[in-house]
């Protein structure tokens, strides 16, 4: 199975996540600029910024070749929302992109909220839910 993690993060918090992902895994993660030919899943990597998505990601979800990526399972940190996953779900429902209905969140630093996360036990419970979703 190929897999591929590719990230979005302006201040580190989803990065984190990213490299745990990784490191479960076995790949490297990538920010979202490293070309990316095929993958069976792409763990894509995004945070919420004043409600949206960077733009960065926006693009990336609508160039991104639906023939060569199979199964695109998100992951992302943010401080008040819960999740990316319902922005990057309306792109890739637009796209016809395959998108998991699972997906991986926790809370992250921002400012004085949830500081020190993600945390060592959010990078423990990204690491274990890598493992469960290519089992
Ligand atoms: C400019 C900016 C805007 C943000 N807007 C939101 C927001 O609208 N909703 C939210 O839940 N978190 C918001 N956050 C918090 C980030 O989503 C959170 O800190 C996230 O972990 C940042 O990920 P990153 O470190 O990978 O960039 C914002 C953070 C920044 C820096």
């Given at each position: 199975m190929e897999l591929a993690i590719r990230?979005?993060?302006r201040t580190g918090n989803t990065r984190k996540?990213?490299?745990?992902?990784g490191e479960a895994?076995?790949?490297?993660?990538?920010?979202?600029?490293?070309?990316?030919?095929?993958a069976?899943?792409?763990?894509l990597g995004s945070a919420v910024y004043g409600?949206?998505?960077?733009?960065?990601?926006?693009?990336?979800?609508r160039n991104l070749d639906k023939t060569s990526i199979s199964l695109?399972?998100?992951f992302s940190t943010t401080a008040i929302v819960k999740s990316s996953y319902p922005l990057i779900k309306k792109i890739a429902d637009e796209q016809h992109?395959?998108?998991?209905?699972?997906?991986?969140?926790?809370?992250?630093q921002a400012g004085f909220l949830h500081k020190g996360r993600?945390?060592?036990?959010d990078l423990e419970q990204a690491k274990a839910f890598a493992l469960r979703m290519t089992q």
């Open positions: 990230y979005f993060s996540l990213a490299f745990a992902l895994l076995g790949i490297e993660a990538k920010d979202l600029n490293e070309p990316l030919e095929k069976d899943i792409l763990f409600a949206k998505l960077d733009d960065a990601v926006v693009s990336y979800l695109i399972i998100p992109l395959k998108l998991s209905e699972e997906h991986f969140f926790c809370k992250a993600p945390n060592r036990h």
